[in-house]
């Protein structure tokens, strides 16, 4: 699970990862600019020079993007927040934080300072657009230019729009938060009205693709699902850090785990554990000691003639701290760990012995057992 990004560099010490959807958004922006917007505003170039500007375009967008995420990311490292990476993905990117702002005016200046970025950006190339005009440069160049300072300002202002969690939606909520002084109430309110900015977006798309503009239509339609699904995500994030606020692992782990001796071969594996408790995932043991872990996918890997002679000991996944957990870790910190490594059963372990298991599962049970109980509507 959220494995599909990639990392692409790491620049003053943040990494910038690319997330798979990238890929599409990059051909539909190249798509866009090679064979719609150059073309119709510098008609009579040759379609080999449209593809080659849409492809600097392309660039010039994505290293936009790039500045504008940079600039969120200085400004929350000024006020001592942490930031896990930079991930691009469809219309823009993230700075990932690893907590929540702080404080309302942490959250203000760390929103506000995207915008401005971007908003610099665009004054920048229309000055170098005037000098490239002045200076009578080649179409292709000063097209390329003209682009890039529109781009910006549009990606300037769709990122005012208040729509959490974009930075508009940030600034709003850090408004009403300031107001308020209540961040739970502020990211409730901030997100109802970007649900409702999100489907204005996608009715304004279709609109656009019955009204003979299918190009511009999608992309409405792209912007309003994404802003329509972060907003809600961003708001049950913020839910389960307030859930979970105060409780450590060892509140949450079943303290009874099916342990598997590690001396006994696969098949006594199958017929005695896995059939018998459907666990996914079993602690290994070997002299009292926790040894380390063994799932079905580590089974399945190995064909079935070798079940009857393979010991559970040589196939065993050693216990290292991508796979374990202290039982006096907050349990925010833990599922910051599952989310970041993708590993959604963890050993809890306390002097090399195994002490309990911790789930990803058993989390969201209770969080969506918390969330029945406390939603009034
Ligand atoms: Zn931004």
Known sequence: MLKRKMTLFKLLGFTVYVDASWGIILFLVLWSLAKGLFPSYFPDLSIPTYWIMGLTGAMGLFVSIIIHEFSHSLMARKYGLEIKGITLFIFGGVAEMRDEPNSPKTEFFMAIAGPIASLMLSFFFAVLYQVANNLELSVPIIGILGYLSAINMLIAVFNMVPAFPTDGGRILRSLLWWIKGDIGWATQFASRISLV????????????????????????????????????????????????????????????????????????????????????????????????????????????????????????????????????????????????????????????????????????EYLALKMELETTL
Do not use: C
Not at 213 to 219: K, Q, R
Not at 281 to 310: A, C, N, R, Y
């Open 197 to 364: 900015f999100a489907i204005v977006i996608i009715f304004t798309g279709f609109m656009n693709m019955i009204g003979g503009n299918p190009i511009g239509g999608l992309w409405w339609i792209l912007i309003g699902s994404f802003l329509f699904s972060a907003a809600n995500a961003s708001y049950q994030r913020l839910l389960m850090k307030q859930s979970f606020e105060g409780k450590t692992v060892r509140h949450f782990m079943n303290q009874t785990p099916v342990t598997v001796p590690s001396h006994i071969t696969l098949q006594e594996f199958v017929d005695n554990y896995l059939y018998r408790y459907h666990y996914k995932m079993f602690p290994v043991i070997k002299d009292d000691k926790i040894l380390g872990l063994i799932t079905i996918q580590t089974l399945k890997s190995h064909p079935h003639e070798e079940w009857k002679h393979l010991l559970v000991d040589k196939v065993t996944q050693l216990q290292n701290s991508d796979n374990s957990i202290a039982v006096n870790t907050p349990i925010n910190d833990a599922l910051n760990k599952m989310i970041e490594t993708g590993v959604s059963r963890l050993l809890v372990v306390e002097h090399k012995k195994i002490i309990g298991i911790i789930t990803l599962k058993d989390l969201l």
